[in-house]
T-cell receptor
Framework: SAVISQKPSRDICQRGTSLTIQCQVD?????MFWYRQQPGQSLTLIAT?????????ESGFVIDKFPISRPNLTFSTLTVSNLSPEDSSIYLC???????????FGAGTRLSVL | SQQGEEDPQALSIQEGENATMNCSYK?????LQWYRQNSGRGLVHLIL?????REKHSGRLRVTLDTSKKSSSLLITASRAADTASYFC???????????FGRGTSLIVHP
């Protein structure tokens, strides 16, 4: 398993501002993932973050809106920029330890945009 | 899309009863996984079943896979109030190493 620390756990932000979410893993991992989970919905993959390279974004998500950093093998950040009420969601980071594609998740960040 | 679809969307039972939830998917898979999400928390991996397996057990959990019907079921026996959570199936297929999640089943177990 993996211990993943994600923060903040929740935040309330004003429209037009940005929120940066941090994800810290207790061991080195190659792949880190960022998901969005809208209320009552499934998880939607935003992007995959590899250390030392640009993140790979899924269809419908762009770097200008969701910039990601991956400075080392244990840490990543996701910024949600120019916030609007439609960005209100839970944001989750996860890692793949190379164990049959099992993903280990952080506790999530609940974002509310006013 | 490879996304699995869980059924039912919501399930309410009494403690001690069994809970069964189903997952259907559209194309051939490598693996199918079940995850649990407690309210306000991240997802926790429960069990993985490979495409060449038909049944797996883990404690009070029993998972079946029918690749001919492209479906899986998760059975929780002797449910407890602590089993109250959302349950998601996730599938991966082909060369993709990233599982795709369904919409989930919300389970409420009444004490």
């Amino acid at each position: 398993s993996a211990v993943i620390s994600q923060k903040p756990s929740r935040d309330i932000c004003q429209r037009g501002t940005s929120l940066t979410i941090q994800c810290q893993v207790d061991s080195q991992v190659t792949m880190m993932f960022w998901y969005r989970q809208q209320p009552g919905q499934s998880l939607t993959l935003i992007a995959t973050a590899n250390q030392g390279s640009e993140a790979t974004y899924e269809s419908g998500f762009v770097i200008d809106k969701f910039p990601i950093s991956r400075p080392n093998l244990t840490f990543s950040t996701l910024t949600v920029s120019n916030l609007s009420p439609e960005d209100s969601s839970i944001y989750l980071c996860s890692v793949d330890r190379g164990d049959q594609n099992i993903q280990y998740f952080g506790a999530g960040t609940r974002l509310s945009v006013l | 899309s490879q996304q699995g679809e869980e059924d039912p969307q919501a399930l309410s039972i009494q403690e001690g009863e069994n809970a069964t939830m189903n997952c259907s998917y559209k194309t051939s898979i490598n693996n199918l996984q079940w995850y649990r999400q407690n309210s306000g928390r991240g997802l926790v991996h429960l069990i993985l079943i490979r495409s060449n397996e038909r049944e797996k057990h883990s404690g009070r959990l029993r998972v079946t896979l029918d690749t001919s019907k492209k479906s899986s079921s998760l059975l929780i026996t002797a449910s407890r109030a602590a089993d109250t959570a959302s349950y998601f199936c996730a599938t991966d297929a082909g060369g993709s190493y990233i599982p795709t999640f369904g919409r989930g089943t919300s389970l409420i177990v009444h004490p």
